[in-house]
T-cell receptor, first 113, second 111 residues
Framework: NAGVTQTPKFQVLKTGQSMTLQCAQDMNHEYMSWYRQDPGMGLRLIHYSVGAGITDQGEVPNGYNVSRSTTEDFPLRLLSAAPSQTSVYFC????????????FGPGTRLTVT | GDSVTQMEGPVTLSEEAFLTINCTYTATGYPSLFWYVQYPGEGLQLLLKATKADDKGSNKGFEATYRKETTSFHLEKGSVQVSDSAVYFCALSRSARQLTFGSGTQLTVLP
């Protein structure tokens, strides 16, 4: 049981490049989320999904796209990378029952130059 | 909207010292409350949780009590170890949609 996995662990992009951050979970959770972590700001929600085919925006969605074709996978796409997207990205899946405990992946550290 | 306010860090303690990290929240209804811990270079791990007023969450010697009257969920440990050095996040949830996090508190424990 791997929980939540993310790839890659590190990535460096040039401004304007695009890429996809991968996330997968094996707990059969319907809810999955993407967060970014910046110094002094905690984690902020980018996008989330309540099941295959259903996604919605979080607090900071601009510059990111998501899709959810299967329960297991929830990739995050950066359309045209900007230095402001330099951050650590975490994927999480949520236990559907209260207290809605979230399980996090190990993170992807992205640098945009 | 929902918000979580955490004690600002960094916090530096000597081994075996008593730890308190303050956390207060703003939310309607009865949110679930969490403390997550992030060790260097790793993701977030759930440390403890509480789901209703006066619940006490505990794990690995850490404790926190859900205080509805003061909207607080302070993290405590009686005797910290060097291995407790990490960033600690207080968070709340009212639905499966998202967790609302505090800004995190960096704890360093010196031998």
């Amino acid at each position: 049981n791997a929980g939540v996995t993310q790839t890659p662990k590190f990535q460096v992009l040039k401004t304007g490049q695009s890429m996809t951050l991968q996330c997968a979970q094996d707990m059969n959770h319907e809810y999955m989320s993407w967060y970014r972590q910046d110094p002094g700001m905690g984690l902020r929600l980018i996008h989330y999904s309540v099941g295959a085919g259903i996604t919605d925006q979080g607090e900071v969605p601009n510059g990111y796209n998501v899709s959810r074709s299967t329960t297991e996978d929830f990739p995050l796409r950066l359309l045209s990378a900007a230095p402001s997207q330099t951050s650590v990205y975490f994927c999480a899946s949520t236990n559907p029952g209260r207290p809605y405990e979230q399980y996090f992946g190990p993170g992807t550290r992205l640098t945009v130059t | 909207g929902d918000s979580v306010t955490q004690m600002e860090g960094p916090v530096t303690l000597s081994e075996e010292a008593f730890l308190t990290i303050n956390c207060t929240y703003t939310a309607t209804g009865y949110p679930s409350l969490f403390w997550y811990v992030q060790y260097p270079g790793e993701g977030l791990q759930l440390l403890l949780k509480a789901t209703k007023a006066d619940d006490k969450g505990s794990n690995k010697g850490f404790e926190a009590t859900y205080r509805k009257e003061t909207t607080s969920f302070h993290l405590e440990k009686g005797s910290v170890q060097v291995s407790d050095s990490a960033v600690y996040f207080c968070a709340l949830s009212r639905s499966a949609r998202q967790l609302t996090f505090g800004s995190g508190t960096q704890l360093t424990v010196l031998p």
